[in-house]
T-cell receptor, first 111, second 114 residues
Framework: AQTVTQSQPEMSVQEAETVTLSCTYD???????LFWYKQPPSRQMILVIRQEAYKQQNATENRFSVNFQKAAKSFSLKISDSQLGDTAMYFCAFMKQGLVFGKGTKLTVNP | EAQVTQNPRYLITVTGKKLTVTCSQN?????MSWYRQDPGLGLRQIYY???????DKGDVPEGYKVSRKEKRNFPLILESPSPNQTSLYFC?????????????FGPGTRLTVL
């Protein structure tokens, strides 16, 4: 069974600094998709970034980028120039027939 | 506006009283899914549907039913709710190849079963 592990329940960072959120997963499949979702206090689920496993190039979306290590089954999220609006829960997810989520990392950006 | 809507947004009920949470999307998506979110557990899939009249169990289907009679609607039915079904519920939809496409989430339904 696919599992997703986020080892950091909580993290904090100063505004304008860089932070990296960790995620590891377990699967026997060779082609798959990985996602990072953001959940602000409003509870809305917002897609931050996605990565297709067959692509070696790491995905980037503005201040958000991933470090995808397929052999290590690692999929970390880097947030550059952190902003107060980045304060949220962040979920790593693996796509099976639906999304399999990690337990989340609560990120707080401090002014 | 492309969106997934859920109703009600908040519901407090009592054990054993049947309830339905509705989900509707206006994007002509084939794939729809229900998740529940519990503190410390992340989101877990309850049921999903690949198209009209096609539904299948997710990871935590016990105590839930779904139906997909129309493409746009995917209601979640709790026939005899119990306190352990107190949770935050999300409906999501996407184009039929869910592997490659973003799932759009509804705003969530906060359910409390007393």
């Amino acid at each position: 069974a696919q599992t997703v592990t986020q080892s950091q329940p909580e993290m904090s960072v100063q505004e304008a600094e860089t932070v990296t959120l960790s995620c590891t997963y377990d699967t026997s499949e060779s082609n798959y998709y990985l996602f990072w979702y953001k959940q602000p206090p409003s509870r809305q689920m917002i897609l931050v970034i996605r990565q297709e496993a067959y692509k070696q190039q790491n995905a980037t979306e503005n201040r958000f980028s991933v470090n995808f290590q397929k052999a290590a089954k690692s999929f970390s999220l880097k947030i550059s120039d952190s902003q107060l609006g980045d304060t949220a829960m962040y979920f790593c997810a693996f796509m099976k027939q639906g999304l399999v989520f990690g337990k989340g990392t609560k990120l707080t950006v401090n002014p | 506006e492309a969106q997934v809507t859920q109703n009600p947004r908040y519901l407090i009920t009592v054990t054993g009283k049947k309830l339905t949470v509705t989900c509707s999307q206006n994007m002509n998506h084939e794939y729809m899914s229900w998740y529940r979110q519990d503190p410390g557990l992340g989101l877990r899939q309850i049921y999903y549907s690949m198209n009209v009249e096609v539904t299948d169990k997710g990871d935590v289907p016990e105590g839930y039913k779904v139906s997909r009679k129309e493409k746009r609607n995917f209601p979640l039915i709790l026939e005899s709710p119990s306190p352990n079904q107190t949770s935050l519920y999300f409906c999501a939809s996407s184009k039929l190849a869910p592997n490659v496409n973003e799932q759009f989430f509804g705003p969530g339904t906060r359910l409390t079963v007393l």
